[in-house]
């Protein structure tokens, strides 16, 4: 836990914890739509339980990714470059990331409305169940920014854990103010074409230092933070399509 005393390692602490937050917002979305299906004296059960589940499933795929990255011995040459299966891992992860947040650009300024939106039975354990599974596909684009953007692991774990504390106690503020400002979440998936774009450089052994695509981020967030605070509430901003909606008026918030 030495990294405590470099400012670096405080700067990618919050940085990672800004953008699970943010990009965690449609897990949100996601958990309490299930929960919506069930009595209302349990939603909040469900919805805690679920953040909970989200938070292990991260945690558990970033140490088996990261057991990955120590497999360092070459498999095969490619373009005169050895590639290991940590090679292969950040290359993969990479395009992952470039491919998820190309999409998801897509569908929220060209999607269908609901498109992704699914029936379940109402049982508490069939939720959770759901819950469980579906949040192993929500973390991988988490899971995968945590490595592009961090080196140490323990810095990786406190910031899932941090953002998931946060939106227990603020999701449904969070989730407003996203959805009143929604160039931040266009923002939050332009990062991840970044971050996608360093780990298939480091994959072929071109190493981008974590201090610029820092330094990218947080000028965009600020230029941002300006148009936010110069437009005020003058311009209508764009509806972003919502994969997930609430089918019925008695569902939970987020």
């Given at each position: 836990?030495?990294?405590?005393a470099g400012p670096q390692a405080w700067i990618a602490l919050a940085t990672l914890t800004l953008l699970e937050i943010v990009l965690g917002i449609d897990n949100i979305i996601f958990i309490s739509i299930l929960a919506g299906k069930l009595p209302k004296h349990r939603q909040q059960?469900?919805?805690?339980?679920?953040?909970?589940?989200?938070m292990l499933t991260r945690i558990g795929l970033l140490f088996t990714l990261s057991w990955f990255m120590h497999l360092t011995?070459?498999?095969?040459?490619?373009f005169t470059t050895d590639i290991s299966l940590r090679d292969v891992v950040l290359i993969v992860g990479g395009l992952f990331?470039?491919?998820k947040s190309t999409l998801e650009?897509?569908?929220?300024?060209?999607g269908v409305e609901g498109q992704a939106t699914f029936s379940t039975g109402a049982t508490f354990?069939?939720?959770?169940?759901?819950?469980a599974l579906l949040d192993i596909v929500f973390s991988l684009d988490s899971v995968i920014t945590a490595i592009g953007l961090v080196d140490?692991?323990?810095?990786?774990?406190?910031?899932?854990?941090?953002?998931?504390?946060?939106?227990l106690a603020f999701s449904k503020m969070v989730g407003e103010f996203v959805d009143r400002h929604p160039t931040i979440k266009m923002l939050a998936l332009s990062f991840l074409l970044?971050?996608?774009?360093?780990?298939?450089?480091?994959?072929?052994?071109?190493?981008?230092?974590k201090g610029y695509i820092y330094f990218a981020m947080a000028f965009s967030v600020f230029v941002e933070m300006l148009n936010l605070k110069l437009r005020g509430q003058r311009v209508e901003p764009i509806h972003l399509r919502k994969s997930y909606v609430q089918e019925n008026q008695e569902g939970a918030d987020y």
């Open positions: 836990m030495i990294w405590f059960k469900a919805r805690r339980i679920g953040l909970v589940i989200a011995k070459p498999l095969f040459t490619l990331l470039l491919g650009i897509h569908e929220k300024l060209e354990t069939g939720v959770i169940i759901q819950i140490q692991l323990s810095i990786m774990v406190i910031a899932i854990v941090i953002a998931v504390l946060f939106m970044l971050i996608g774009l360093a780990l298939i450089a480091e994959g072929f052994d071109v190493h981008i230092p």
